[in-house]
């Protein structure tokens, strides 16, 4: 995506951070989905955790795909729900996309079916459970209960507006009870179980065409995401597929199997062979740093819900246990120790957050309708916390201090301090000259092979016998600088030792110089005319020097 939004409008840290925050910032428009099985307090709550948890306002900010396959599933999420209660295919498809897009962005969004699945038989624990106690149809709004406050007002005319979210809903199968008939307790469970599955035959018929065609929806966006590009004639490439489509078998094999070997390297295991304890320990202070009033909520939510007169709901009980599952095994299939993977805990857990502010807010509702200011106080006291919390930890951590040392999301990988300023005059220095713009120095940058940057993964080479010929990893370590200076379209070299940097100087004079702070000194013997500024890289830890051609700055204003 941003390739093409590059090819548009220009290579800029806003086209590259553009994708995720407008999916970010669609992201609370999921909450209506769930209208359905949520009251209408439970919904604006959803909305408003969607749309403000410091987590997720954070990383929208990001050039990451993690705020994208949460949001993509969460929407796939809620259109399958929607699609099921309403009896809806066109809310199958729109979920298949959404789906489909989530399997685009990263190799964790494997690990969300699997989530639901484990879920899923938990539910359907409850609901055998349910069906042998003889207990109520699951999923009734709290609208449909007996509840008191302003969450029970308006119930007829939701009902009307939206037949199939309420009525329908309230039994997960399209308006059937699966309570006993005339209050008969049924103890034989397998029988029960047949039986259903006798009544949802016509549904499984119903719903098998366009299932397949939700299915064959996702098998095509994967190819048109996965699929190589390029014109040589005889490849399997998308293009030539559309030309000849004898190469189509080939483009479907590239784009499928081929990259299933790649996600493949992730299941291995290879990347994952890290301390559990102390990941599972930095996750969950992460968690109650910058998301203790939606974790805290999620609890109340779920136990409230779980242990009401007629509850558990299914989506409630889905999305917590899909939380939990998340803290739990996170900190496992993880390769770096990063709080972004704490967006896939507090989107799931959102949803019984919503349920637990909702219920605070019913809480001083009653209180107010029963003129007892004391209550009403408290729960006004803790409701205005909770917003404060919430909306005050976003602004601050996103916008007020975004690079802290004290901000629990910044990542060591990140720039501690600003260098925009810095950038430009290297870009413009760069712009400006003829040859060589950017040297690197020292060991901690040298990369043997430059041509291996031009695509990712920069790895290093090895030859028949597995003997290093070429080490060029350290190419990460100058990140996020090659971002910059290849948007200037920058020509790049290195060096490791003073008598190389000498020559090089010496030969090509480039405008600039980039370095470890420590290796000042070599520099400033064989230069003149230049301005240097100190960095820190990363998060605070690596410091490094750039050097800039005053002239070349002077030539280009």
Same mark, same amino acid.
């Given at each position: ?16 951070r553009?994708?995720v ?22 919904t604006?709550?959803?909305c ?12 929208s *900010?990001f050039?990451?795909?993690d705020?994208?396959?949460a ?7 809620g259109?399958?729900?929607?699609a ?12 298949a996309?959404?789906?489909a897009?989530g399997?685009?962005t ?8 699997l ?7 938990l539910?359907?624990?409850?609901r055998?459970l ?10 009734a ?6 509840t008191?406050?302003p ?5 007829e005319a ?5 037949p ?10 399209g308006?059937?009870s699966?309570?006993a ?7 034989d469970?397998v029988?029960s179980?047949?039986?259903?599955g ?9 719903w098998?065409?366009?299932?397949a ?31 000849d ?8 094999? =590239?784009?499928?199997?081929?990259t299933?070997?790649?996600v ?6 290879v ?9 599972l ?9 910058? =998301? ?51 967006v896939?805990?507090?989107?799931p857990l959102a949803?019984?957050?919503?349920v ?6 019913r809480?001083g ?30 602004i601050h ?28 005059d ?11 713009d ?5 060991e901690?940058?040298?990369v043997?092979?430059?041509s291996?940057?031009?695509s ?6 090895t030859?028949?016998?597995?003997v ?6 350290n190419?990460?370590d ?10 200037h379209d920058?020509?790049?070299a290195?060096v ?8 090089t ?14 290796? *000042? ?6 230069t003149?005319?230049?301005e240097s ?16 051609d ?8």
């Amino acid at each position: 995506m941003n390739e093409a939004l590059f090819g548009l409008v220009g290579p800029s840290d806003f086209a590259a951070r553009l994708v995720v925050a407008l999916v970010g910032g669609l992201l609370p428009l999921a909450a209506l989905l769930f209208r359905g099985r949520l009251a209408d307090d439970e919904t604006v709550a959803l909305c408003f955790f969607l749309a403000l948890n410091p987590i997720l306002l954070y990383y929208s *900010r990001f050039v990451r795909n993690d705020v994208l396959v949460a949001a993509f599933l969460l929407f796939a999420l809620g259109f399958l729900v929607r699609a099921y209660d309403l009896r809806s295919p066109p809310h199958l498809y729109a979920g298949a996309a959404a789906l489909a897009l989530g399997l685009t962005t990263k190799e964790n969004a494997l690990l969300y079916p699997l989530a639901w699945a484990g879920a899923g038989l938990l539910l359907a624990d409850h609901r055998i459970l349910r069906t042998t106690d003889g207990t109520r149809a699951p999923d009734a709004r709290p609208e449909d209960r007996e509840t008191v406050g302003p969450a029970a007002d308006g119930d007829e005319a939701t009902a009307a507006e939206e037949p199939g979210d309420a009525a329908d809903a309230s039994t997960d199968g399209g308006g059937e009870s699966v309570a006993a008939p005339h209050g008969e307790e049924r103890t034989d469970w397998v029988g029960s179980l047949r039986e259903r599955g006798g009544r949802h035959a016509d549904e499984l018929r119903y719903w098998a065409g366009p299932v397949a065609l939700a299915l064959v929806e996702v098998v095509a966006v994967l190819v048109l995401f996965y699929a190589p590009r390029g014109d040589a004639p005889g490849e399997p490439t998308l293009g030539n597929a559309l030309g000849d489509p004898t190469l189509l078998p080939g483009v479907l094999d =590239a784009a499928l199997v081929g990259t299933w070997e790649k996600v493949g390297f992730w299941t291995s295991g290879v990347q994952l062979s890290h301390p559990y304890v102390s990941w599972l320990v930095y996750y969950v202070e992460t968690l109650f740093v910058a =998301a203790g009033p939606l974790v805290g909520l999620a609890v109340v939510g779920f136990l409230a819900d779980r242990y009401a007169e007629d509850g558990p709901r299914d989506l409630v009980a889905l999305a917590a246990y899909w939380g939990g599952a998340s803290v739990v095994f996170y900190p496992i299939v993880s390769a770096t120790k990063a709080a972004w993977t704490t967006v896939h805990v507090v989107v799931p857990l959102a949803i019984p957050a919503a349920v637990g502010l909702a219920l605070v807010y019913r809480w001083g509702a009653e209180a107010i309708a029963d003129d007892d200011p004391v209550s009403a106080a408290l729960t006004g006291f803790l409701l205005i916390a909770v917003v404060v919390g919430v909306a005050g930890g976003g602004i601050h951590y996103a916008h007020v201090a975004p690079q802290s040392p004290n901000n629990p999301m910044v990542q060591y990988g990140q720039p501690a301090g600003e260098m925009q300023g810095t950038l430009a005059d290297a870009g413009a220095a760069a712009e400006a000259n003829e040859g060589l713009d950017v040297l690197y120095y020292g060991e901690f940058v040298h990369v043997d092979n430059e041509s291996r940057a031009a695509s990712l993964p920069v790895e290093n080479v090895t030859d028949e016998n597995g003997v290093l010929v070429e080490a060029n990893s350290n190419w990460y370590d100058r990140l996020p600088l090659p971002w910059y200076f290849e948007a200037h379209d920058a020509d790049v070299a290195s060096v490791d030792n003073r008598s190389a940097l000498n020559r090089t100087i010496g030969a090509e004079s480039p405008p600039v110089i980039v370095a470890r702070a420590g290796h *000042r000194g070599d520099i400033d013997a064989v230069t003149e005319g230049y301005e240097s500024r100190t960095h820190e890289l990363t998060a605070p830890g690596t410091e490094i020097v750039v050097y800039v051609d005053a002239e070349a700055m002077d030539g280009e204003a």
